[in-house]
């Protein structure tokens, strides 16, 4: 060969398009196995769970493969299989140690906390094939009630995927995605074949399409329905200027609605403000996470208290005590607090208190409420309690089928928080 000649460039250009060609070699791969799941698994009339059980990420990585979860995740959904993973269950030890006995779960050969993972796997997969629990409507409403949430999902950089979920107390739970074009919006579809919907690559919209994400939530409105109906909203990439700038902290009336998409900082803006009267049965609710930036902080409770000193119910002296907090907590008008109780993991005593200058040990002691929400009852109906409707958002978060857990988001956007999985 004339190392000199035009083909003396050939191996720096295969070099150079190394990563193109492994990248190719495993779209082949990738894709034979997918048509290799296919026909073992062949598409569904209905969507069903399927549990399967493979190691997780790191063993992978460790054992230098390739993740399948990734693959699952993106062909079985198609074929109306949604998926749950499950670590292996390891094979119970014929000569276990004293202590390991001790962690069997009763009756059985399998440790505790290999039961609990399966049987939450089989929750979550019931889950995922729309065993859901019985939407209960507030205290205050009779007859039908309708939750809805919007959950505008990162799809990249440059992309989002807006799911509308609604849950009856009378109908089974649908969603609802954006067209690509951004306008109009799909048909309603149960909520087991969003998965599918997801792989597919549908609801797809830029991140640009404000006036069309606008649009979007206010159709989640309904507003000429007069059926009982609480939206829940999640602050967080809904309240830009350009989306729904109500829902930001300064800007918000209560009980003044002013719809998605109207700019409220343009010059002579003069926007309507719908009154509850104008859409009976319509109640907006704002949730807010906590953050890093602290806009929801994390909870030490401290509440003061009469005791009698000395066995003398008359003289009544004020005491305080420390501790951490669960429930709901007013903190402003119209703006509470949603505080789990702690996880079963925390050790810290309950009695410690940091608001003691002598004792500056408990400065280093973990004591805060995990995943504290803020509820803002935004828009209710004449005659409504803010903190019934807070309450009841609140209680959602211990709503679940799949899980005993309190959540951070309450059940119904917890769903659709879950569904980002499926965005490939």
């Not at 979860?69 to 993106?74: E, V």
């Not at 949604?82 to 140690?97: G, K, M, T």
């Not at 109906?381 to 978060?397: F, I, K, L």
């Amino acid at each position: 060969m004339d190392l000199n000649g035009p083909l003396h460039r050939a191996p720096s250009c295969s070099i150079r398009f190394a990563p193109l060609i492994i990248r190719i070699a495993y779209e082949a791969s990738e894709a034979e196995r997918t048509t290799r799941i296919t026909r073992a698994f062949p598409r569904l009339a209905h969507p069903i769970a399927c549990i399967v059980e493979m190691e997780g990420a790191a063993y992978f990585s460790r054992t230098h493969q390739r993740d399948p979860k990734p693959l699952f995740k993106k062909a079985l959904p198609s074929l109306r299989r949604n998926v749950q993973c499950l670590r292996p269950i390891p094979p119970a030890n014929p000569n276990p140690s004293k202590a390991a006995l001790a962690k069997r779960f009763p009756g059985t050969d399998f440790a505790t906390t290999d039961i609990e993972r399966a049987t939450a796997a089989l929750r979550d997969a019931l889950r995922q094939a729309g065993h859901l629990p019985k939407l209960p409507a507030p205290p205050s409403v009779e007859g039908p009630f309708e939750l809805i949430t919007v959950w505008l999902a990162p799809a990249g950089e440059r992309m989002l995927v807006p799911m509308l979920i609604r849950q009856h107390t009378h109908e089974e739970p649908t969603a609802q995605l954006m067209t690509t074009t951004g306008s109009p919006a799909e048909h309603p579809m149960p909520l087991t074949a969003l998965p599918e919907a997801l792989v597919a690559g549908r609801g797809r919209v830029p991140r640009t399409a404000r006036a069309a994400l606008a649009e979007f939530l206010t159709n989640a409105l309904s507003l000429d329905s007069t059926t009982n109906r609480l939206l829940l909203v999640r602050r967080a990439r809904t309240s830009d200027k350009d989306i729904w700038p109500w829902l930001q902290d300064s800007r918000i009336t209560f009980d003044q609605l002013v719809l998605p998409g109207i700019d409220l900082t343009a010059p002579n803006a003069d926007p309507v403000h719908r009154k509850p009267g104008d859409h009976p049965g319509l109640r907006i609710i704002r949730l807010r996470e906590r953050s890093d930036r602290s806009a929801v902080p994390r909870a030490f409770g401290v509440t003061q208290e009469l005791a009698s000193a000395d066995d003398d119910t008359d003289n009544l002296i004020p005491v305080t005590r420390h501790g951490r907090f669960s429930g709901l907590v007013e903190v402003g008008e119209r703006s509470f607090w949603g505080i789990n109780p702690r996880p079963d993991q925390n050790q810290t005593p309950l009695t410690l208190t940091k608001l003691d200058p002598a004792q500056t040990a408990n400065r280093t002691w973990t004591c805060s409420n995990p995943s504290s929400l803020e509820i803002v009852p935004a828009f209710l109906q004449d005659g409504d309690n803010p903190a019934d409707w807070a309450m009841y958002v609140h209680a959602q978060r211990r709503l679940h089928a799949h899980t005993s857990i309190a959540t951070t988001w309450p059940a119904i956007v917890h769903l659709a928080e879950l569904m980002e999985e499926y965005i490939l």
